[in-house]
Each structure stands twice: as C-alpha cells, then as structure tokens.
C-alpha cells in the first residue's frame, strides 16, 4: 500500500506516466467512468479548500466512486480532541482512500503511518502540496510540450507558499531549469530549499524586482501572501500586496510566457490578465482533477 505525502516520493518515470495517464483520461472519460465502482475517497479537511477538496471529490466521482468526509476541523471529532493518528484509524474502517488537509506540517505524514488505506496529502501547512504539482507539471506539460530548459519565476510568498517548495522539488530534477525567486526579502524561500537546490546543482537567483526579469521567464507562477501562516497582522498587510501582476507589467514578458498560480488570487493577477491568452491558471484548475483522477487510479491500483 502505498501513500503519497511529498512529491519527491515520485519518480520523474512516475510523474511521467501520471501525466500520460490525465492525457489519456482527457481524451477517454468514457474509459474510467466505472474504474472506481464500489470504492470511497474521504476528503478529511481541516483548513479550508475549494479547489483540491472538490476536484478530488468530482475526480472520484468521474472515476465511478463515492466520497465521503468532511470540510472545516470544528464539524469532526478533532473539535474534542481526537488525534490525526486516531482519525487515520478511524477513516479507514471507512474508506478506501483518504485525501488531508491540515495545517499542521507533516500531519498527513502521521495519518499515513497510522491509516491502513493510502494517505494522499493535500496540503500541509507551509510545507508541502504535492498534488497541486501535479497540476502544475500538467499545465506546465500541455502548454510547453516539455517539463525541461525552462526559466521558470516564482514570485509572491516563497516562505510560506507550500505550493512553490513541491513545485521546485519536482522540477529540480529536469534538466535545463533556472529558478527566478522573485520576492520581498521577509517572504523569500526557506533556507532547507535553497540548501536543496545548491546541492542539486541546480541553478537559481534571488531579487525583489519582477519587471526586471521578465523579459527572461518561460513560466511566471504566482503565489498569494499567505495570511493564515503570519503571527502578525501588521506584516501580512504591509507585505499583502508586493506584487501585482497587470497587462502594463507584462509589455517585456516573452509571447510564449505561461502564467500560473495555484489560487485562490487575492489580487496577485489582475482581473483583465484572465483574457491574455498566456494566462493558464484556470487550465491548471481543471487540469488538477485529471492528475487527482490517475493519482487516485495508481494509489487505488486500478489498472
Ligand atoms: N490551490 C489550492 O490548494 O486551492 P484550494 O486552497 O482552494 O484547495
């Protein structure tokens, strides 16, 4: 039985046939539509979530199977104090399969190792997020027709942003990529990352200034301040808006450029940005439920 808490628990292989699968999902619903019959996914969320909660839910209805679990800590026993461990336990006399959110760092992890069904992390806390990198090599995949020599620029909360810290896990291991870490010097990424990426050979640099690399990026993937991770409310508001992406900032972007952001958008994007035929995080949404379709398919063992 097998879980998946940190993308790197994938191989690039893995990654590679999870992605040929979600194509092959795209073009055949018809095919998968029973491939879960009879089975249950719990969605057990203790932060709040829109779209990992009900893509894994319309991934596993699509599949055939049901869903089950629920959606804030306060309306599951946690409220009186039960423990992840016990909740593991608990879930699987239920279900077949368990997505978590929560907001604590390596709680999933916990689960995985008391549950006795696969574990599927789905955010923890500002730590990782490996299925919103599935969504992210998808779209990236679809749109550039390759996961290698790409410039790729991230910018907003790189501190705290879980999302950033799995999709540069993932992409260090293709060759060819640059990271541009654009972001406000109390926001820029932890230091076990860039320790990861020196070791790796991998080649990054870090400024506050995103005009000025524009010109150079293939992928702009931006990130929202994440309030819920700050102590004070004072530095969330002075650093809430650093950047904000606008047609006017975009005039030096490459035609090619692919714009992500794993949202929800506070007002990192402008609005008028969604037109731009460059903007693809509405795609990496709907791409999200496909990668979460094969995931569940390989944890599930479904052929
Ligand atoms: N990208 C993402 O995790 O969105 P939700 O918080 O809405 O699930």
């Given at each position: 039985?097998?879980?998946?808490?940190?993308?790197?628990?994938?191989?690039?292989?893995?990654?590679?046939?999870?992605?040929?699968?979600?194509?092959?999902?795209?073009?055949?619903?018809?095919?998968?539509?029973?491939?879960?019959?009879?089975?249950k996914?719990?969605?057990?969320f203790?932060?709040?979530?829109?779209?990992?909660r009900?893509?894994?839910?319309?991934?596993?209805?699509?599949?055939?199977?049901?869903?089950?679990?629920?959606?804030?800590?306060?309306?599951?026993?946690a409220?009186?104090?039960?423990?992840?461990?016990?909740?593991?336990?608990?879930?699987?006399?239920?279900?077949?399969?368990?997505?978590?959110?929560?907001?604590?760092?390596?709680?999933?992890?916990?689960?995985?190792?008391?549950?006795?069904v696969?574990i599927?992390?789905?955010g923890d806390?500002g730590?990782?997020?490996?299925?919103?990198?599935?969504a992210?090599?998808?779209?990236?995949?679809?749109?550039?027709?390759?996961?290698?020599?790409l410039?790729?620029?991230?910018?907003?909360?790189?501190?705290f942003?879980r999302?950033?810290?799995?999709?540069?896990?993932?992409l260090?291991?293709?060759?060819?990529?640059?990271f541009?870490?654009?972001?406000?010097?109390?926001?820029?990424?932890p230091?076990?990352?860039?320790?990861?990426?020196?070791?790796?050979?991998?080649?990054f640099f870090?400024?506050?200034?995103?005009?000025a690399?524009?010109?150079e990026l293939?992928?702009?993937?931006?990130?929202?301040?994440?309030?819920?991770?700050?102590?004070?409310?004072?530095?969330y508001?002075?650093?809430?808006?650093?950047y904000?992406?606008?047609?006017?900032?975009l005039v030096?972007?490459?035609?090619?450029?692919?714009?992500l952001?794993?949202?929800?958008?506070?007002?990192?994007i402008?609005?008028?940005?969604d037109?731009?035929?460059?903007?693809?995080?509405?795609?990496?949404?709907l791409?999200?439920?496909?990668?979460?379709?094969?995931l569940?398919l390989?944890?599930?063992?479904?052929?």
């Amino acid at each position: 039985m097998r879980s998946l808490i940190d993308i790197l628990e994938l191989s690039v292989e893995e990654l590679e046939s999870l992605i040929a699968k979600a194509e092959d999902i795209i073009a055949n619903p018809e095919k998968y539509a029973h491939k879960c019959d009879g089975k249950k996914l719990a969605t057990l969320f203790f932060e709040p979530s829109t779209r990992t909660r009900l893509s894994f839910e319309a991934a596993m209805y699509e599949l055939g199977g049901n869903v089950l679990g629920f959606s804030e800590a306060q309306s599951s026993s946690a409220a009186k104090g039960e423990s992840v461990a016990d909740t593991a336990k608990t879930v699987s006399c239920y279900a077949d399969i368990i997505a978590m959110r929560h907001p604590k760092e390596g709680a999933p992890l916990v689960a995985s190792m008391n549950a006795s069904v696969p574990i599927i992390n789905a955010g923890d806390g500002g730590h990782n997020h490996p299925t919103q990198t599935l969504a992210d090599l998808l779209t990236i995949h679809r749109e550039k027709g390759r996961l290698n020599n790409l410039t790729v620029g991230l910018c907003g909360d790189l501190k705290f942003g879980r999302t950033v810290h799995s999709l540069i896990a993932a992409l260090s291991r293709y060759t060819g990529i640059k990271f541009v870490l654009i972001s406000p010097l109390e926001l820029k990424l932890p230091d076990y990352v860039k320790e990861s990426l020196k070791k790796n050979g991998i080649e990054f640099f870090e400024t506050a200034d995103l005009e000025a690399v524009m010109p150079e990026l293939d992928i702009l993937y931006m990130t929202r301040v994440q309030r819920e991770r700050f102590f004070n409310e004072e530095d969330y508001l002075r650093l809430k808006d650093s950047y904000i992406l606008t047609s006017e900032k975009l005039v030096h972007a490459k035609k090619d450029l692919s714009i992500l952001h794993p949202l929800p958008r506070v007002n990192e994007i402008s609005v008028a940005i969604d037109n731009d035929p460059r903007a693809c995080y509405f795609k990496q949404v709907l791409n999200g439920k496909f990668m979460r379709m094969a995931l569940i398919l390989m944890l599930l063992e479904v052929e």
